[in-house]
Structures are given as structure tokens and as C-alpha cells.
């Protein structure tokens, strides 16, 4: 699919690299993310499109075949159980291209890292002022 040694500067470049199929899989991911955290800015990190709020929250990306999804491992162990039916590792799960892609789970798992980013970020602005 997309090379190695590809730079991407933007989402829309990453996407427009693939075949048309799959390119309507990852805007689907995208626009699921994108609607789970509106206040989202959407870039490029580690040549992965990459949605951020005080902090990456999540990446996907596409390979051969499936779509990998990264929302860190405090995502993945949160969904543990949801998440057993497909292949993954501590921060990362693999959405097979022949089959549907759970876009509710994924939902869910960006609003659950959109809250624990705040969190984090509120937590610290507290001991600053402390």
C-alpha cells in the first residue's frame, strides 16, 4: 500500500495514498474519531493520522490487511473485553479489511482517552497552582 518512506503533511494526503475501498474505511474511522472529539486538532505523528487534545489521544492507519488502531494502552486495557475478538497488543488493535469496522467501539474509545486526556491535564493545572 503506502510506502516506508512516505511523508505525509495531512490526513487527507495519507488517505488519498490508498486504493478507493480502503480509503472509505479510514474516513469512516476518521469521521467516528472526528465526531467523538469535535475539539480534536487532526495531524500527522509518526507518519500516522493522529487526532490530539492536551496529548495524542488517538492514530490509526491502514495496512495491507487491516486497519490499526492506537489509543494507547490505558485505551486498549479499558475495552479489553470488547476489544478480544480481534488481534492487537498492549496499545494497538487490528481491524481485519473483510470485516465491518466497529465504529461504535471506537467511538467510545476516543471519548474514554478525550476524558482521560482532560484529566491529566486538569490534575496538572492543579498542582501548578498548589
Same mark, same amino acid.
Given at each position: 500500500m503506502n510506502?516506508?518512506?512516505?511523508?505525509?503533511?495531512?490526513? #487527507?494526503?495519507?488517505?488519498?495514498?490508498?486504493? !478507493?475501498d480502503i480509503?472509505?474505511?479510514?474516513?469512516?474511522?476518521?469521521? !467516528?474519531?472526528?465526531?467523538?472529539?469535535?475539539?480534536?486538532?487532526?495531524?500527522?505523528?509518526?507518519?500516522?493520522?493522529? =487526532? =490530539? +487534545?492536551?496529548?495524542? +489521544?488517538?492514530?490509526?492507519?491502514?495496512?495491507?490487511?487491516?486497519?490499526?488502531?492506537?489509543?494507547?494502552?490505558?485505551?486498549?486495557?479499558?475495552?479489553? #473485553?470488547? +476489544?478480544?475478538? =480481534?488481534?492487537?497488543?498492549?496499545?494497538a488493535v487490528? =481491524?481485519?479489511?473483510?470485516?465491518?469496522?466497529? +465504529?461504535?467501539?471506537?467511538?467510545?474509545?476516543?471519548?474514554?482517552?478525550?476524558?482521560?486526556?482532560?484529566?491529566?491535564?486538569?490534575?496538572?493545572? !492543579?498542582?501548578?497552582?498548589?
Amino acid at each position: 500500500m503506502n510506502g516506508d518512506s512516505a511523508r505525509y503533511v495531512s490526513i #487527507d494526503e495519507y488517505i488519498a495514498t490508498f486504493p !478507493t475501498d480502503i480509503q472509505r474505511r479510514l474516513e469512516d474511522v476518521r469521521a !467516528t474519531i472526528k465526531a467523538a472529539a469535535p475539539e480534536a486538532e487532526e495531524k500527522i505523528s509518526y507518519q500516522m493520522p493522529t =487526532f =490530539f +487534545l492536551y496529548g495524542n +489521544l488517538v492514530h490509526f492507519a491502514a495496512y495491507k490487511n487491516h486497519i490499526g488502531f492506537y489509543p494507547a494502552p490505558s485505551g486498549i486495557e479499558a475495552f479489553k #473485553d470488547e +476489544l478480544s475478538q =480481534f488481534e492487537g497488543s498492549k496499545g494497538a488493535v487490528k =481491524f481485519p479489511h473483510n470485516k465491518p469496522i466497529p +465504529l461504535d467501539l471506537i467511538s467510545r474509545i476516543t471519548k474514554y482517552r478525550v476524558a482521560e486526556n482532560v484529566k491529566k491535564t486538569e490534575m496538572k493545572s !492543579t498542582k501548578k497552582k498548589s
